[in-house]
């Protein structure tokens, strides 16, 4: 099974409202990181959550690392086309390595 | 953060040939990743390179198949060599900031025939 389980795998809305992505891991995260990606392209760093209970914002995305520090959630108000892509989320253990979910494919209709 | 640029960005190969990937960093950084991105997965951690040491890989990849050159601080290389249709991915590269930030170049897209 997946160490880094993402829900939903695909997501399409309209334009406005708002959503979330879920990153469920089965053991302790020691980093979060969110990342978007645009189809056949690379990674766009998001995010980094550290500590339990953290939550960042920036502009319309916002992301939380529960306090056991094995969930985070990315919550996008009032989407907008520009937010459609491929969300991951990667964990670090207790090495420098990154495993990576499975990945949310959004798609934001007019 | 780093901006980290990668070449080719794309390239079409025919089988049993090899393909070098080079990935630069404006910056200095100890720590350089390469993975490995399937169509329609996520991506899979191939080796770390670490300047002045041999690069570490991870359960399912070898030296023979994807060697890695790391010279300097800024600049690395992956091979990807005798290849089969199996090898079509995304290659990335990442690179960890001093703030445990982890970035990633813009990929090269390898179409293996």
């Known amino acids: 099974s997946q160490e880094l389980e993402q829900s939903p795998q695909s997501l399409i809305v309209q334009e406005g409202k708002n959503l979330t992505i879920n990153c469920t891991s089965s053991?302790?995260?020691?980093?979060l990181y969110w990342y978007k990606q645009k189809y056949g392209e690379g990674l766009i760093f998001l995010m980094m959550?550290?500590?339990?209970?953290e939550e960042k914002s920036h502009e319309k995305i916002t992301a939380k690392l529960d306090e056991k520090k094995q969930q985070s959630s990315l919550h996008i108000t009032a989407s907008q086309p520009s937010h459609a892509g491929i969300y991951l989320c990667?964990?670090?253990?207790?090495?420098?390595?990154?495993?990576f979910g499975t990945g949310t494919r959004l798609q934001v209709f007019p | 953060s780093a901006v980290i640029s990668q070449k080719p960005s794309r390239d079409i190969c025919q089988r049993g040939t090899s393909l070098t990937i080079q990935c630069q960093v404006d910056?200095?950084?100890?720590?350089m990743f390469w993975y490995r991105q399937q169509p329609g997965q996520s991506l899979t951690l191939i080796a770390t390179?670490?300047?002045?040491?041999?690069?570490?890989?991870e359960s399912g990849f070898v030296i023979d198949k994807f060697p890695i050159s790391r010279p300097n601080l800024t600049f690395s290389t992956l091979t990807v060599s005798n290849m089969s249709p199996e090898d079509s991915s995304i290659y990335l590269c990442?690179?960890?900031?001093?703030?445990?930030?982890?970035?990633f170049g813009p990929g090269t897209r390898l179409t293996v025939t």
């Open positions: 390179a670490n300047q002045g040491s041999e690069a570490t890989y």
């Open positions: 959550l550290q500590k339990g209970g």
């Open positions: 990667g964990a670090e253990r207790n090495t420098d390595k990154l495993i």
């Open positions: 053991k302790t995260l020691y980093g």
């Open positions: 910056s200095q950084v100890t720590m």
């Open positions: 990442s690179v960890r900031g001093g703030s445990y930030e982890q970035y």
